[in-house]
């Protein structure tokens, strides 16, 4: 769990993200502007725009690929730039992203989710192929385990990041344009997936999108907040008893 | 044993989109060489020199300016291969010296070359097999390795550096202006047949060390230049790749 003393907290949920005052340029054009905002355990939010407004660069600064020209980015009550708990954040990426000519099969990309600073210098343990398998199967891939990402179908390769992201049960999702350039029906099926773990899980989501539809169907039609080009849609979840953390993966698992 | 790093090495830089990396190098490593010849230091050295700072520049440049770092490359090799024409007609020793660095030449290795590429051959072994799967994920997905927190830079610095250990070493061997072959080539062969990451290593080690050995046994048989021969046989190796992951498929 973690440890540091000073986590600001409601109840049972504590900050998960803070942006205070979050500004960024590029080349001298204004793209966020003092961007606050709060995410809180449990929340989904949506941050929906769209092309250009910034969602991207907003996220990158939030899983640490970019810093904010001004303002703080804090996560876990951490300042960004000394987080060092990545293990907690999982990170699906725009799909345009890879080389789908690269040689790896779909357990070598899940397992790649363990692979981090603290497993540097060690060898993948039993426990840990485990949990590539626990991963494969509660995203009901485990049949493909075996093939090049490359030959699967764009939903497939999908399910295959989230696996990854998954693998540490990270308590914040963070999933950038999951929707793009798939099918409708597959988006579906994703989009349920999703809600199905927010809705039954202890974990937080930050969704990037620029369509809307299915986004505001469960998320509602009013953005929770509004800055320049971005809107924040939150929707909040109690639907647990209590508010411990659940192994996600094997729930998932069991529940079939 | 260059025949199972530079593939190796090969393997990452062609994964990466950095294919041309590897003539770049050798270009400006020659201009390296060429210095050493005129200062009388240890010519592999200077060579060295020359191409770690040049992998500095690219990789800075890679990261600046996405989309002209192709210019960028070819500037830096046109100016490498000219800086070094300069330098080896001021020297004395030109013409049988400059041939064997340009297309190599196994026969004319002394103790210190050995020395230098076996100890290469370790380092740069040692630092995949360590972390082969920081490697993975770094040419995978850069950027979910920096969100898993791996230091990134530190691993495009080493990967840079590695490239120009594996490169001067590799020029005395097949020659400055084959060294890039040998970088790609067995990785294109490898693309072509792997289904997955662990045997893409295994292929690429396999054909690049298979094609040096056969094409140095050919070579020394027929009395025929190395460097060619050795990338000759890799060429054909790569067709008859191509072919069978073809018939595979269909």
Same mark, same amino acid.
């Given at each position: 769990?973690?440890?540091?003393?000073?986590?600001?907290?409601?109840?049972?949920?504590?900050?998960?993200?803070?942006?205070?005052? %979050?500004?960024?340029?590029?080349?001298?054009?204004?793209?966020?502007?003092? %961007?606050?905002?709060?995410?809180?355990? *449990?929340?989904? !939010?949506?941050?929906?725009?769209?092309?250009?407004?910034?969602?991207?660069?907003?996220?990158?600064?939030?899983?640490?690929?970019?810093?904010?020209?001004?303002?703080?980015?804090?996560?876990?009550?951490?300042?960004?730039?000394?987080?060092?708990?990545? =293990?907690?954040?999982?990170?699906?990426?725009?799909?345009?992203?890879?080389?789908?000519?690269?040689?790896?099969?779909?357990?070598?990309?899940?397992?790649?989710?363990?692979?981090?600073?603290?497993?540097?210098?060690?060898? &993948?343990?039993?426990?840990?192929?485990?949990?590539?398998?626990?991963?494969?199967?509660?995203?009901?891939?485990?049949?493909?385990?075996?093939?090049?990402?490359?030959?699967?179908?764009?939903?497939?390769?999908?399910?295959?990041?989230?696996?990854?992201?998954?693998?540490?049960?990270?308590?914040?999702?963070?999933?950038?344009?999951?929707?793009?350039?798939?099918?409708?029906?597959?988006?579906?099926?994703?989009?349920? &997936?999703?809600?199905?773990?927010?809705?039954?899980? =202890?974990?937080?989501?930050?969704?990037?999108?620029?369509?809307?539809?299915? !986004?505001?169907?469960?998320?509602?039609? +009013?953005?929770?907040?509004?800055?320049?080009?971005?809107?924040?849609?939150? *929707?909040?979840?109690?639907?647990? +008893?209590?508010?411990?953390?659940?192994?996600?993966?094997?729930?998932?698992?069991?529940?079939? | 044993?260059?025949?199972?790093?530079?593939?190796?090495?090969?393997?990452?830089? !062609?994964?990466?989109?950095?294919?041309?990396?590897?003539?770049?190098?050798?270009?400006?490593?020659?201009?390296?060489?060429?210095?050493?010849?005129?200062? =009388?230091?240890?010519?592999? $050295?200077?060579?060295?020199?020359?191409?770690?700072? $040049?992998?500095?520049?690219?990789?800075?440049?890679?990261?600046?300016?996405?989309?002209?770092?192709?210019?960028?490359?070819?500037?830096?090799?046109?100016?490498?291969?000219?800086?070094?024409?300069?330098?080896?007609?001021?020297?004395?020793?030109?013409?049988?010296?400059?041939?064997?660095?340009?297309?190599?030449?196994?026969?004319?290795?002394?103790?210190?070359?050995?020395?230098?590429?076996?100890?290469?051959?370790?380092?740069?072994?040692?630092?995949?097999?360590?972390?082969?799967?920081?490697?993975?994920?770094?040419?995978?997905?850069?950027?979910?390795?920096?969100?898993?927190?791996?230091?990134?830079?530190?691993? =495009?610095?080493?990967?840079?550096?590695?490239?120009?250990?594996?490169?001067?070493?590799?020029?005395?061997?097949?020659?400055?202006?084959?060294?890039?072959?040998?970088?790609?080539?067995?990785?294109?062969?490898?693309?072509?047949?792997? *289904?997955?990451?662990?045997?893409?290593?295994?292929?690429?080690?396999?054909?690049?060390?298979?094609? !040096?050995?056969?094409?140095?046994?050919?070579?020394?048989?027929?009395?025929?230049?190395?460097?060619?021969?050795?990338?000759?046989?890799?060429?054909?190796?790569?067709? %008859?790749?191509?072919?069978?992951?073809?018939?595979?498929?269909?």
């Amino acid at each position: 769990m973690i440890g540091t003393a000073s986590l600001p907290e409601t109840g049972c949920h504590q900050e998960i993200v803070r942006l205070d005052g %979050v500004s960024f340029s590029y080349d001298a054009q204004p793209i966020l502007q003092d %961007v606050s905002f709060r995410i809180m355990e *449990r929340d989904f !939010v949506g941050l929906i725009g769209s092309n250009g407004a910034g969602k991207t660069t907003l996220l990158r600064m939030i899983v640490g690929l970019t810093r904010p020209q001004h303002g703080n980015v804090t996560l876990f009550g951490t300042p960004a730039e000394k987080f060092k708990e990545w =293990n907690l954040i999982g990170y699906v990426p725009q799909r345009s992203h890879f080389n789908p000519l690269f040689p790896a099969t779909v357990r070598e990309v899940v397992l790649s989710g363990l692979y981090g600073r603290k497993k540097m210098f060690r060898r &993948m343990s039993k426990s840990d192929i485990g949990r590539c398998e626990d991963a494969l199967g509660a995203m009901k891939i485990a049949d493909l385990g075996n093939k090049r990402i490359g030959a699967l179908s764009g939903g497939q390769q999908q399910r295959v990041f989230l696996a990854r992201a998954l693998i540490n049960n990270p308590k914040l999702l963070i999933l950038d344009e999951p929707l793009t350039g798939i099918d409708l029906e597959t988006q579906t099926n994703f989009f349920q &997936m999703v809600k199905h773990m927010h809705q039954r899980h =202890n974990i937080t989501f930050l969704m990037v999108s620029h369509d809307m539809d299915m !986004v505001r169907s469960y998320l509602g039609e +009013e953005p929770k907040e509004r800055v320049g080009k971005l809107s924040f849609y939150v *929707r909040h979840s109690h639907d647990l +008893e209590d508010c411990r953390g659940t192994d996600l993966l094997h729930s998932l698992r069991k529940e079939g | 044993m260059i025949a199972i790093t530079a593939p190796l090495i090969g393997l990452f830089l !062609v994964l990466r989109r950095l294919a041309m990396i590897g003539d770049t190098l050798a270009h400006v490593s020659i201009a390296g060489v060429a210095l050493g010849f005129l200062i =009388n230091v240890y010519p592999v $050295a200077v060579g060295l020199a020359f191409a770690i700072v $040049a992998s500095f520049a690219i990789e800075a440049l890679r990261r600046t300016y996405r989309s002209y770092a192709e210019l960028s490359i070819a500037i830096i090799m046109s100016g490498g291969i000219a800086l070094a024409s300069l330098l080896f007609t001021m020297g004395k020793s030109f013409n049988l010296s400059v041939t064997s660095y340009l297309f190599g030449s196994i026969y004319t290795l002394d103790y210190t070359d050995i020395y230098v590429i076996a100890g290469v051959t370790v380092v740069v072994l040692a630092m995949v097999l360590v972390h082969k799967k920081e490697l993975f994920l770094l040419t995978f997905d850069e950027d979910a390795a920096a969100v898993s927190g791996l230091p990134v830079k530190y691993f =495009n610095i080493m990967l840079s550096i590695l490239t120009a250990l594996v490169i001067s070493a590799a020029i005395k061997i097949v020659g400055a202006l084959l060294v890039s072959a040998l970088l790609t080539i067995p990785a294109a062969c490898s693309l072509a047949l792997s *289904r997955s990451f662990k045997q893409a290593v295994v292929y690429v080690v396999v054909i690049g060390e298979a094609a !040096v050995l056969a094409g140095l046994w050919i070579a020394g048989i027929g009395n025929l230049a190395p460097g060619g021969t050795i990338v000759l046989l890799l060429i054909g190796v790569l067709a %008859v790749s191509v072919a069978t992951s073809r018939l595979i498929r269909s």
